[in-house]
């Protein structure tokens, strides 16, 4: 791998829907519906993921973890991010920080935004002052705007360990 900085974005969306738990950032979220999708549906951290692949040219999420494996169905966020985190260090790589965003009308996400923030920072081995997360909404323009589901995309960027 190259010792230059790699920089990755990513961008995931999925459906609300009732009968699961609303996941965002490794925190359950109270709401009446969650995230749609063959793991827990956590959008923010899948963004966050496909950024990293994408920043060590290792494709997207679908590609390391397909939902035609019945072995992921279910499976928490968190666990696939760390590991593609151990991917990213075994190629003397390491977080310089992530921007990111999500895109919801429902539910009002602002009181989450520290949990959220520091929850990503420890599944990347960071610190919290290399995590943005900002939330913002449609303005009721779209699906998204109507409610019918949640988007987030993410930019990261990684440096050389040795840099650190």
Do not use: C
């Not at 060590?56 to 973890?65: I, S």
């Not at 760390?82 to 009181?111: C, F, K, W, Y």
Request: proline share 5%.
């Amino acid at each position: 791998m190259s010792a230059s900085p790699r920089i990755g974005q990513g961008f995931d969306v999925h459906r609300l829907v009732t009968g699961r738990p609303l996941w965002l950032g490794g925190v359950e979220i109270p709401h009446g519906r969650g995230l749609d999708g063959h793991s827990d549906g956590d959008a923010l951290l899948h963004a966050i993921t496909d950024a990293l692949l994408g920043a060590v040219g290792e494709g997207d999420l679908g590609r390391h973890f397909p939902s035609s494996d019945e072995s992921l169905r279910g499976a928490a966020s968190g666990d696939l991010l760390g590991r593609v985190v151990s991917l990213v260090q075994a190629r003397g790589l390491m977080l310089g920080n992530v921007d990111a965003t999500v895109i919801a009308q429902e539910p009002l996400l602002a009181p989450h935004q520290a949990a959220m923030q520091a929850r990503v920072a420890a599944l990347l081995d960071a610190a919290p002052e290399a995590v943005n997360i900002k939330v913002t909404s449609t303005d009721g323009l779209g699906a998204i705007g109507r409610g019918e589901g949640i988007a987030a995309q993410a930019t990261v960027l990684l440096v050389p360990q040795d840099a650190a």
